[in-house]
């Protein structure tokens, strides 16, 4: 994310591939290996999506939406967005199976420039900062399994022992990654049964009602969807690994459909337990709406089970962004002289030096607090990165139909138009509302250009093209 040897910037000829295509778009990168089965990279997806937002976000919901339906139907939504956008992001895969997300579709689909923007925000702060929020969550939620434990050791503890272990290497973080999130979410089916076998029925009912179009069709359900649709955030956590996924054309597709389709199922029948075993008017206005239920589930047992089970999730989240946000400057490294330290790998495959590099500036994050002010910022950015990212799918379709699609994206164009429209809606939001915020991500993707500009000054060797379009 940072660290220069000298300054120079040169887009190498890996990242460019022949109009017709190449092994550069079609399969896995020399040297890289297939080590990635389309089951961890499923995984992935969920440990990346499922952080503590569905654990804590439904009680601002039902505040203003005291609907059983509403809030089913408003996850449902959530959830299909988070599909339209996969269906997009899968077609750009499997056009450019090269690890990295953002930076390397932006970069095809427009310039290079757009492409070291994406790849500045998130390699420096775009996954250290939610890494640090996860970890201080873990640290906040450990209490209740290490009533003792400082929640800023347990934060930084969960984060170096995490990053031990990848960089032991692929092997090791593959089967560390599987086992976490398959225990995770055998944990929430665990408490989703639980709540509806032994939970006490609440006077709610999830069958719609007139009543509800008037909540559908209020803002309050337009804002709410913003913050369902950070929960959601994650269903694109393949493409950043894409360069070590077996036959990634096929396999990253079905592992971001895939689990996006789990995440749905579980966040909508998650908010529906909620609702059925804790009182409404309990719940309203309330962070800790998982604690809640469960106390009425288990008993005064109940905070600590919930607990456990949150602490526990946890750690598959930041085991996910610890082997992804590294992926993204060692592809930076590949292509540009100045940072070319991160791209070296480990004798088992593990970006050593990018790691390293993650987990220093996620644990000054955590020791300076500073990371909450800087997700306030990056959320911006990050939005702004997805929207033409998508866009570019739209554009590629009209400007580059010769190019090979092994998958095309299901329900084109409607589909990335839905999400086209609901992240202009989310970008607008927080341009209005959170004004300041938004202005320091801009600078930060500005600065960004900054950089692009000054390394390629300096190297003396104009880039012009596109790569993947020579």
């Known amino acids: ?55 804590t976000s439904l009680g601002f919901q039902v505040k203003d939406i005291p609907s059983g339906f509403s809030i089913l139907l408003l996850w449902t939504v959530g959830g299909v967005v988070a599909l339209c956008g996969v269906f997009s992001y899968s077609e750009l895969g499997a056009m450019f199976p090269r690890s990295s997300g953002e930076y390397n579709f932006l970069g095809r689909a ?47 503890g969960v984060v170096w022992l995490v990053s031990l272990v ?55 359900f337009a804002i709410s969807l913003v913050f369902v649709m950070y929960s959601f955030s994650g269903w694109n956590a393949a493409t950043y690994i ?9 396999n990253v597709p079905r592992a971001m459909l895939t689990g996006t389709l789990i995440v749905l199922a579980l966040y909508v029948t998650l908010n529906a337990v909620f609702l059925h075993t804790a009182p409404m008017d309990r719940l309203a206005g309330q962070l800790d709406v998982a604690r809640i239920s469960g106390s009425y589930i288990f008993g005064e047992i109940g905070g600590r089970i919930v ?40 004798t088992g495959g593990a970006p050593a030096f990018a790691i390293l590099f993650q987990l220093v500036v996620a644990s000054l994050m955590l020791l300076t607090r500073s990371f909450e002010a800087v997700l306030d910022f990056i959320q911006f950015a990050l939005l702004f990165c997805s929207f033409f990212t998508v866009l570019g799918v739209i554009k590629l379709r009209i400007t580059r139909p010769d190019l090979p699609r092994p998958y095309r994206a299901w329900g084109y164009p409607a589909t990335p138009v839905v999400f086209l429209l609901v992240t202009g809606f989310m970008m607008y939001y927080l341009l209005t509302e959170r004004p300041l915020q938004s202005a320091l991500g801009i600078l930060i993707m500005l600065s960004g250009l ?21």
């Open 242 to 250: 894409i360069g070590e996924v077996h036959e990634p054309e096929r």
């Open 1 to 55: 994310m940072n660290g220069f040897r000298r300054a120079a910037l040169k887009v190498r000829s890996v990242m460019a591939a022949s109009e017709t295509g190449s092994a550069a778009l079609t399969g896995p990168l020399p040297g890289r290996g297939s080590t990635v089965s389309v089951l961890v990279a499923t995984a992935i997806v969920v440990a990346d999506m499922i952080g503590v937002g569905v654990f």
């Open 110 to 156: 427009y310039h290079p420039a757009f492409g070291f923007l994406a790849g500045w925000v998130s390699a420096t702060v775009g996954f250290a900062a939610p890494v640090a929020l996860a970890a201080m969550a873990f640290g906040e939620y450990g209490k209740s399994v290490f009533p003792n434990a400082p929640p800023l050791a347990l934060a930084i």
């Open 166 to 220: 990848q960089l032991t290497g692929v092997r090791h973080s593959s089967t560390f990654q599987l086992v976490a999130t398959i225990l995770k979410v055998l944990l929430i089916v665990a408490f989703l049964v639980s709540g509806f076998v032994i939970g006490t029925p609440q006077p709610v009912t999830f069958a719609p009602s007139a009543s509800d179009f008037s909540y559908i069709a209020s803002a309050p």
């Open 307 to 346: 607990g456990a089970m949150i602490c526990f999730g946890l750690i598959s989240s930041i085991s996910a962004m610890m082997w992804i946000g590294p992926r993204v400057m060692m592809t930076m490294g590949e292509d540009i002289p100045v940072l070319r330290l991160f791209a070296g790998r480990s």
């Open 450 to 470: 900054l950089i692009y500009a000054v390394f390629r000054q300096r190297a003396g060797d104009p880039v012009t093209s596109v790569p993947g379009r020579e």
